[in-house]
């Protein structure tokens, strides 16, 4: 194994002397190019390093975990393929407004999956419950916007099912409940789970009265 080709950030997951006191790790730029060496056609972006914020690295590994579980759907022969997954920003919507203004709709990730051969589309939205319900209304009608505009639609056929990925029980209730409050005309739109209920929800295995 060649030396300095990982490094890690400071911040162990689960803090100081908490958690699996496990450390996020990267490559380093020693070993991109040693990567480069093997495949020259491999792309290096010479960035600054930082240390990203604990809500920014607890979003990013959730959003991570969302694929790994599909990953194991697949493997597990669940779901039939992983047709697309894109994380930010290929997963991003852009358009003009009337007004040639350029907007911009952000989902944390996209997923078209195969099951039984249909094909089932997402935009994920995760939750760490550490944003207002406010802003989930806000971000909710962003996605009402952008479905009126019928741009998905025209090119795929359908408006993929927008999935709030929520930590718990509680924060899954109030969501739903603000929803529905808020956006009646629009709920069905929306589909709010847990993170345990993820890989349940991709194969069809929550009932109506778990979904409600």
């Known amino acids: 194994m060649k030396k300095d080709i990982f490094g890690h950030l400071d911040r162990r997951i689960g803090g100081v002397r908490a958690g699996s006191g496990s450390f996020v790790w990267m490559i380093s730029t020693k070993g991109l190019k040693w990567l480069k060496h093997f495949k020259p056609s491999l792309a290096i ?34 779901v039939q393929s992983i047709d697309k997954f894109q994380f930010e920003p290929n997963c991003w919507r852009g358009w003009l407004d009337s007004y040639a203004g350029r907007m911009i709709l ?19 939205e995760v939750d760490k419950n550490t944003e207002s319900l406010a802003r ?23 408006f993929p099912l927008v999935l709030w990925v929520v930590p718990d029980e509680k924060r899954k209730l109030a969501i739903e409940q603000r929803i529905q409050k808020e956006l009646q005309d629009y709920w069905e739109l929306f589909q709010v789970i847990t993170l345990d209920d993820f890989k349940d929800f991709m194969v069809g295995g929550i009932t109506d009265e778990q979904a409600d």
């Open 45 to 78: 972006a010479r960035q600054n390093h930082y240390e990203p914020t604990w809500h920014h690295l607890e979003h990013t590994l959730a959003i991570s975990e969302i694929y790994v579980q599909l990953t194991e759907l697949k493997n597990k022969h669940l």
């Open 136 to 158: 989930v209304i806000n971000k909710s009608k962003q996605y009402i916007r952008y479905y009126n505009l019928n741009i998905e639609q025209k090119e795929t056929g359908v």
């Open 106 to 124: 952000k989902p944390d990730c996209y997923i078209e999956i195969s099951l039984d051969n249909y094909l089932y589309n997402y935009f994920v």
